[in-house]
């Protein structure tokens, strides 16, 4: 029932931006805690960055200062604007609720930093 949409990764050079967009059908955003993660090759799937249905947010140290969670509750999607990008952003990037049993997954979005 629910379905998760990534879109906007792309291919860029260190220190550019990207703006990521994750559109979600059967639930309403503004109710559910959201998150972002990535995975790269050979490595575990990490956790990015959160927004509570509070509205707090939270991100892991090595994105601090540089993505931005948001989320637009006309359109129920979730946003990750990504700036000053590195070479270890490079993964496939994902949206799902933050609670304990996860949606489906989507098929995520390739972001490549490369020079």
């Known amino acids: 029932q629910v379905q998760l949409v990534e879109s906007g990764g792309d291919l860029v050079q260190p220190g550019g931006s990207l703006r990521l967009s994750c559109a979600v059908s059967?639930?309403?955003?503004?109710?559910?805690?959201m998150a972002w993660y990535r995975q790269a090759p050979g490595k575990q799937r990490e956790w990015v960055a959160l927004l509570t249905s509070a509205g707090t947010t939270s991100y892991v140290d090595s994105v601090k200062g540089r993505f931005t969670i948001s989320r637009d509750n006309v359109k129920n999607t979730v946003v990750l604007q990504m700036n000053d990008l590195k070479p270890e952003d490079t993964a496939i990037y994902y949206c799902?609720?933050?609670?304990?049993?996860?949606?489906?997954w989507g098929q995520g979005t390739q972001v490549t930093v490369s020079s």
């Open positions: 799902n609720t933050h609670i304990y049993v996860k949606w489906p």
């Open positions: 059967g639930r309403f955003v503004s109710m559910y805690p």
